[in-house]
């Protein structure tokens, strides 16, 4: 299938300060004539923007201390998944970090760490944290010997789980103020009330792979099974190089920096396929997912296995984030400021919200040439209590957002109508994993199964 021409899309952005304003129920008869005009104002384009003619998702700036936060802990998701399996292992106890990815697999195109983020009835600042160990590889080891850490050096990740629950407690708040303020707009606190009665929300540390980072995992398990049990073997340098293998190292950094250069003085046209997907096409079934602006990481040394990188900007303008516009038949990449929060509407959202909020079939596409860039960024996700119950006899069907990518256009470009298509033939529609009276936990058992289970549309791709 050929490749179809993407357009950059900048989601409308609200400043934290005015998104705690429409939030609050206090002082508002103290506000002027003109504040509440463009209070009103902000609300209905945030509703414009999250329903059915909107894009889903908006991006949310000025965060208290969210880009100091972003900064600390994105770097540490590549880090963390170019160790070797036990020292990972070992951190990951230690903070009580889990995995949803088979993080032995070095062909992973992404690692992921999580941790389940528990809050009382009423968050506030003050508000103690629990975290909940997901995945079996952190679970059934012994914890970690005191002198090995030592010998580990592993000072970088000393704030990992206190940076990893900070960020996602304030993540949380922001899609719960989001709630009050849809709620507001709706009528009534479903879904305000739905994520509080959930208790918890599920926080999930991302690393996308490039194709060096691939190449260093493979270098590593090669070494450990040539070494025949030693294990020392994380990230070590070959031998000294001869002057001719530096200088065959300095032009090939080179090479890799001007590339780099040269797709930073404009962004290209960005193309989409299906084949060049950090993350296939999908919607997320919770109500709403809260991640940073994603951090890119260019490595340094291409030609070892050492983990040396430095942060870069977006080579093509935008972050990699891309969505099917069902309205516009488009393929659009989204372009959001680094210090923001971005959020998108989850399918259980629209279902509350009876159609009034639009869930986001989205996906993470790759750069076409940049064979050392990587993407870290940080996800949560607010969902209901698991033995929450969807009534969907106010649903109607033509709300239906999983169904809403086959209103085409009666007259559309050939390649974007047989790129819709594909897309619809791998993303289970709506009307078959959601039924009325179905629990939560029952409708994402569905949701998983058909995506990913053994029959699944994208069990294979």
Known sequence: MEEVEAEIMEPFEI??????LLSSSSRISSYSKEELSRLES??????????????????VTGVPRGCELRRTLLPLARKLSLLNNEDRRRILNEHRLGTDVSLKNPDRTVSSFTLQLKYLQEPSLNCSFDGSIHGAENNTEEQ????????????????????FKELG???METGLQLARICDKAIGGQELEQSILESCAAKGRLIHYHSTLDNLALKEAVRRKQSTKGITSYRFKLPKEPRESELRNREEKISIEASNLDTSLNGARSCRTSLSNLWQQWHYDYGIFTVLTTPMFMSSCDPLTTEAKEQECRPPDGHIYLQIFDANKNKILVVRSPPDSFIVQVGESAAILSKGKLHSTLHSVCRPEKLKNLSRETFVVFLQPAWDKTFSISQYSRENAISESIMRLPHVAEQ???ILSQEIHNIVPPLSSRLKDGMTFAEFSRQTTKQYYGGSGMQSKR
Do not use: W
Request: contains cysteine.
């Open 42 to 59: 902000i609300s209905e384009t945030i509703m414009q923007t999250l329903g059915p003619s909107g894009p889903g998702l908006l991006a």
């Open 169 to 171: 407690f304030c993540m």
């Open 415 to 417: 390649e974007r109508h």
């Open 144 to 163: 970690p010997d005191v002198e090995r850490f030592d010998e580990f050096q592993d000072n970088e990740f000393k704030n990992l789980g206190s940076t």
């Open 15 to 20: 400043h934290y300060s005015d998104l705690v």
